[in-house]
Nanobody, 115 residues
Framework: QVQLVESGGGLVQAGGSLRLSCAAS????????MGWYRQAPGKQRELVAT???????IYADSVKGRFTISRDNAKNTVFLQMNSLKPENTAFYYC?????????WGQGTQVTVSS
């Protein structure tokens, strides 16, 4: 089993920044892709950004140029630097890790952007 613990969410004004962290623990061998997803009220969960162990990244079009995903493989931690936040970025943000063929999810952290 892999446990994922997120931190760094909170309330910020539009235009501000937040940095999310997600630490993986447990049986953490062979974790390839880690990433962030978000779910706003009444909407489906959607991809924000992912990063492989080799450093390849994928971003949702809506966050390109504003959000940066990074990863510390030695500490099994993934980060999401969110700049120029907009009210529409308000959502519960979930950390995800893929180990071989299995998906793991964190409990999520709330990000609220006020206008």
């Amino acid at each position: 089993q892999v446990q994922l613990v997120e931190s760094g969410g909170g309330l910020v004004q539009a235009g501000g920044s937040l940095r999310l962290s997600c630490a993986a623990s447990g049986r953490i061998f062979s974790i390839n892709t880690m990433g962030w997803y978000r779910q706003a009220p009444g909407k489906q969960r959607e991809l924000v950004a992912t990063v492989t162990s080799g450093g390849s990244t994928i971003y949702a079009d809506s966050v390109k140029g504003r959000f940066t995903i990074s990863r510390d493989n030695a500490k099994n931690t993934v980060f999401l630097q969110m700049n120029s936040l907009k009210p529409e970025n308000t959502a519960f943000y979930y950390c995800n890790a893929i180990q071989l063929t299995r998906d793991y999810w964190g409990q999520g952290t709330q990000v609220t952007v006020s206008s």
